[in-house]
């Protein structure tokens, strides 16, 4: 698989919690919406978990490494405390099949409405074969100094295994 070019299309990444059953989805950003996301615009599922947008600026593999760059939104009128990130190699095929994970913590205090980048290089046998696709998710570990629930496939223990993720 070639590295994508730097001007490919930024992509809007919004998680939808897999415990609601309607799994993670992706699409382009809307036209002038950019960072425009409301909270009403999350399920209320998301948003006890404290979901939060992912724009993906750029995204490039040398079929071992995917490296992601973007931007990481906070829709709610608190600030939050943490962010907890999630990425899961798919299976090309149905039904979804989960082939690998990377969990990552990043520690940043993020304020109403605004922002904190996204820089995640991530290791995966799984970037260059054939059909491979990714999902993404991040979430508030707090969000106005309440402590919020692990997120769907989070363990207790992988709290301490995320810190450690580069």
């Known amino acids: 698989m070639r590295p994508r070019s730097k001007e490919a299309r930024p992509t809007f990444v919004m998680v939808i919690a897999l415990a609601l059953g ?18 009403t ?8 978990l404290g979901v939060l947008p992912i724009f993906v600026t750029d995204q490039t593999t040398d079929g071992r490494n995917v490296k992601l760059r973007g931007k ?20 090309p095929g149905n039904p979804r099949r989960v082939l690998d994970t990377a969990l990552r913590i990043t520690d940043v205090d993020v304020g109403p409405g605004q922002e904190t980048p996204l820089r995640w290089d991530i290791q995966t046998m799984y970037a260059g074969s054939a059909g491979a696709r990714f999902e993404l998710g991040a979430f508030a570990i707090s969000r106005g100094g309440k402590a919020l629930p ?17």
């Open 41 to 48: 615009e999350i399920t209320s599922g998301g948003r006890e």
């Open 150 to 166: 692990l997120p769907p496939g989070w363990e207790p223990g992988d709290d301490d295994r995320a810190r450690r993720s580069p």
């Open 22 to 39: 309607s799994g993670w989805s992706c699409a382009p950003i809307p036209p002038g919406a950019a960072g425009a996301i409301a909270p």
């Open 72 to 91: 990481i939104r906070n829709p709610y009128p608190e600030a939050i405390q943490g962010v907890r990130l999630m990425y899961l190699d798919i299976a």
